[in-house]
């Protein structure tokens, strides 16, 4: 993974959208999208001072690093994103949580508690379907169902 692929993403405080977020700073559009804003333009004002702004705009609980791996729709995976999981060849399904552990990056199952590390996965196999910050109570529903 190169410096440009490492991705931040936050919640805005109004609850209006999510803002992107490169290593170098340079935001991408509030939809995740490859749009680039330019970092002396954004704002009209320096870079600095607009990233003073928009941290204060954003709710800090929610930055989330990318993991670096998209899943089967191409959608990048970030910490905290929930996700559906189909093993490919077992019919097996399970949804889980998007964590990092002392042994990198996992997915946590939903109802055993157990963790899988993300790499053992195929994009095809897994899907990103929500996050706890939008969606705190979806994983303890989806325990309840059972």
Known sequence: ??????????????????????????????????????????????FYYRAEQMMSQIDTNTISLSTGFKDKNKKRVFDGDIVKVNLIGSGREYIGEVARNDGGLCIVETYSGDDYPLTTFCPQEVQVVSNVYDNPDFIKEMQNED
């Open 1 to 46: 993974m190169n410096l440009k692929e490492i991705l931040f993403k936050a919640r805005l405080k109004d609850g209006s959208g999510w803002v992107f977020w490169d290593i170098c700073g340079c935001l991408t559009s509030h939809t995740g999208k490859s749009k680039r804003y330019d970092r002396k333009t954004q704002f009209g004002i320096s």
